[in-house]
């Protein structure tokens, strides 16, 4: 069965530095990758994909991340942190099988980040 | 257009009861799935409908079951709830069943 491991709890940041959220994934198949956030008391906002192509992949307010299949790493990433990019943040895995059928959306635990003013 | 919408946003019920959760996708998708999540983890897999058929069922007991609607809205239904059951659920939406999904609000559920 396909998993996600987000490695840390919370990371903190100066804003203005670059931020790096770890993601690592196991699937049987292929891997489609997507990030969200979460805001508190609030549902999840998808930010990016991974389906095919391109290894680093852009998506909303900034963030990118890059798909390592070496690794089975999707780190998120954004070059200049924002105290408003405080938030919980959920890395999430579909193992693609091709024909076999299609497999559930599955989250990592998620990590919380924390920008210092 | 208008996101995910989920009712009611907060509930209220008692151990042994049953409580229905409702949600309207955004317009044109067709797929609905339903997610738990507990304070301090990621949302967890239970329904996911295509097309008004199952597409698949995540590790939860029989009490839980749900339903879409032609309309493509849908229904998580939970009987004889139990403590743990206290959660937030979310109902996320897609125009297929594989691609990014696009999340509501969340209706927080709380069992006493």
């Known amino acids: 069965a396909q998993s996600v491991a987000q490695p840390e709890d919370q990371v903190n940041v100066a804003e203005g530095n670059p931020l790096t959220v770890k993601c690592t994934y196991s699937?049987?198949?292929?891997?489609?990758l997507f990030w969200y956030v979460q805001y508190p008391n609030r549902g999840l906002q998808f930010l990016l994909k991974?389906?095919?192509?391109?290894?680093l992949v852009k998506g909303s307010y900034g963030f990118e991340a890059e798909f390592n299949k070496s690794q089975t790493s999707f780190h998120l990433k954004k070059p200049s942190a924002l105290v408003s990019d405080s938030a919980l943040y959920f890395c999430?895995?579909?193992?693609?099988?091709?024909?076999?059928?299609?497999?559930?959306?599955?989250f990592g635990k998620g990590t919380r980040l924390s920008v210092i003013a | 257009d208008a996101g995910v919408t989920q009712s009611p946003t907060h509930l209220i019920k008692t151990r042994g009861q049953h409580v229905t959760l409702r949600c309207s996708p955004i317009?044109?998708?067709?797929?609905v799935s339903w997610y738990q999540q507990v304070l301090g983890q990621g949302p967890q897999f239970i329904f996911q409908?295509?097309?008004?058929?199952?597409?698949g069922r995540g590790n939860f007991p029989d009490r839980f079951s749900a339903r879409q609607f032609p309309n493509y809205s849908s229904e998580l239904n939970v009987n004889a709830l139990l403590l743990g059951d206290s959660a937030l659920y979310l109902c996320?939406?897609?125009?297929?069943?594989?691609?990014?999904?696009?999340f509501g609000p969340g209706t927080r559920l709380t069992v006493t």
């Open positions: 996320a939406s897609s125009p297929t069943d594989i691609y990014e999904q696009y």
């Open positions: 699937v049987s198949g292929n891997p489609y």
């Open positions: 991974y389906i095919t192509g391109d290894n």
């Open positions: 999430a895995v579909r193992d693609i099988k091709g024909n076999s059928g299609n497999t559930p959306l599955v």
């Open positions: 317009s044109g998708h067709k797929s």
């Open positions: 409908y295509y097309e008004k058929e199952e597409r």
